[in-house]
Nanobody, 115 residues
């Protein structure tokens, strides 16, 4: 089992920045692909960014060049740096760890972009 705990969400004005953190209960980054997903009210959950075992990253088109995913193996923590935030980025953000049949989710953290 893997527990994932997100933090760092909150209310921010358009154009602002936030950094989300996802702490894993054990060292899994050498095996699992880590991702950030989000779900806005009335919409399906969507992939925001993902980082592979070797550090390869990929992003949703809507956040590319604004968001950066990274990981700190020593701290068992994955980050999502979000810059130039827009109202349409408002959602609950979830951390995910996936490998084979294993698929773990955090509880989510709310991000609200509003003036």
């Amino acid at each position: 089992q893997v527990q994932l705990v997100e933090s760092g969400g909150g209310l921010v004005q358009p154009g602002g920045s936030l950094r989300l953190s996802c702490a894993a209960s054990r060292n899994i980054f050498s095996i699992y692909v880590m991702g950030w997903y989000r779900q806005a009210p009335g919409k399906q959950r969507e992939l925001v960014a993902r980082i592979g075992r070797g550090g390869t990253t990929n992003y949703a088109g809507s956040v590319k060049d604004r968001f950066t995913i990274s990981k700190d193996n020593a701290k068992n923590t994955v980050y999502l740096q979000m810059n130039s935030l827009k109202p349409e980025d408002t959602a609950v953000y979830y951390c995910n760890a996936a490998w084979g049949r294993d698929d773990y989710w955090g509880q989510g953290t709310q991000v609200t972009v509003s003036s």
